[in-house]
C-alpha cells in the first residue's frame, strides 16, 4: 500500500543535542510537509516542499532546517533541542494541486 | 488570516449519533476535510467536502455545509467506542496553494 512513513516513531534526545528525524513516501508526491503538534492542539506547519523548493514559515525557528535529498524522502533537523521542542512531529504529503495530505504517524520527541 | 475554529470536547454514548462543529472564516475555501487522530498516531483522513456541495455521506458519516454560514458539520451515526479520537476540520483553498488551516480539533469521548 502506498503510504508515509516516519521513523523513528519515538526519540528520546537531550536538551541541545541534535536530532534528526525521518519521513518517506510511497506515493510519488511533489509536496511534503512537516508539522509540529503539542498536547492534542492543532498540528503547527514548520515548512513544506514543492519538488525540491524549500518554503519556510514566518514563525519557524532558526533551530529548525529540513533536508529532501529526492521525492521520496525528506527529513527534519533540530540543532539544538530545547523542553518547548517535544511534541509529535508529523509528516504530510500531497500532490502539488490538491489540497487533500496524507499524513504519517508521526515521531514524538522527548527532550531531557 | 484565515481562522478555523470547534469545539473543545464532545461525549456520547455508544449507538448514539455524534455531531461535531466546526466553523471557519475563509469565505474562498475550496474544499474543508476532516481528520480522525487517535492517541499517539497521525492524522487519518476520513473524508471532505467541495465547497459547492452541502451535503456528502459516506457509510456512517455524515458532512454537512453551510457556505453561507461558514458552518461545517460531522456528523457520526452509530457511534462505537473505536470512534474515540480527536477529530480536526481543515480547509483549504486551491488559488492560495497546498495549505491547509486545521482548527483546534474536538475530542471526542463514546461511553460503553
Known amino acids: 500500500d502506498a503510504m508515509v512513513i516516519q521513523n523513528p516513531r519515538y526519540q528520546v534526545t537531550q536538551f541541545g543535542k541534535p536530532v534528526t528525524l525521518s519521513c518517506s513516501q510511497t506515493l510519488n508526491h511533489n509536496v511534503m510537509y512537516w508539522y509540529q503538534q503539542k498536547s492534542s492542539q492543532a498540528p503547527k506547519l514548520l515548512f513544506h516542499y514543492y519538488d525540491k523548493d524549500f518554503n519556510n514559515e514566518a514563525d519557524t525557528p532558526d533551530n529548525f532546517q529540513s533536508r529532501r535529498p529526492n521525492t521520496s524522502f525528506c527529513f527534519l533537523d533540530i540543532r539544538s533541542p530545547g523542553l518547548g521542542d517535544a511534541a509529535m512531529y508529523l509528516c504530510?504529503?500531497?500532490?502539488?494541486?490538491?489540497?487533500?495530505?496524507?499524513f504519517g504517524p508521526g515521531t514524538r520527541l522527548t527532550v531531557l | 488570516g484565515e481562522d478555523v475554529e470547534q469545539s473543545l470536547f464532545l461525549s456520547v454514548r455508544e449507538g448514539d449519533s455524534s455531531v461535531i462543529n466546526c466553523t471557519y472564516t475563509?469565505?474562498?475555501?475550496?474544499?474543508l476535510y476532516w481528520y480522525k487522530q487517535e492517541p499517539g498516531a497521525g492524522l487519518q483522513l476520513l473524508t471532505y467536502?467541495?465547497?459547492?456541495?452541502d451535503m456528502k455521506q459516506d457509510q456512517r458519516l455524515t458532512v454537512l455545509l453551510n457556505k453561507k454560514d461558514k458552518h461545517l458539520s460531522l456528523r457520526i451515526a452509530d457511534t462505537q467506542t473505536g470512534d474515540s479520537a480527536i477529530y480536526f476540520c481543515?480547509?483549504?483553498?486551491?488559488?492560495?496553494?497546498?495549505?491547509?488551516?486545521f482548527g483546534g480539533g474536538t475530542r471526542l469521548m463514546v461511553k460503553p
Open positions: 481543515a480547509e483549504g483553498d486551491n488559488n492560495a496553494g497546498n495549505m491547509l488551516t
Open positions: 467536502i467541495f465547497s459547492n456541495m
Open positions: 475563509d469565505s474562498s475555501s475550496t474544499y
Open positions: 504530510a504529503t500531497s500532490r502539488q494541486g490538491t489540497l487533500k495530505q496524507f
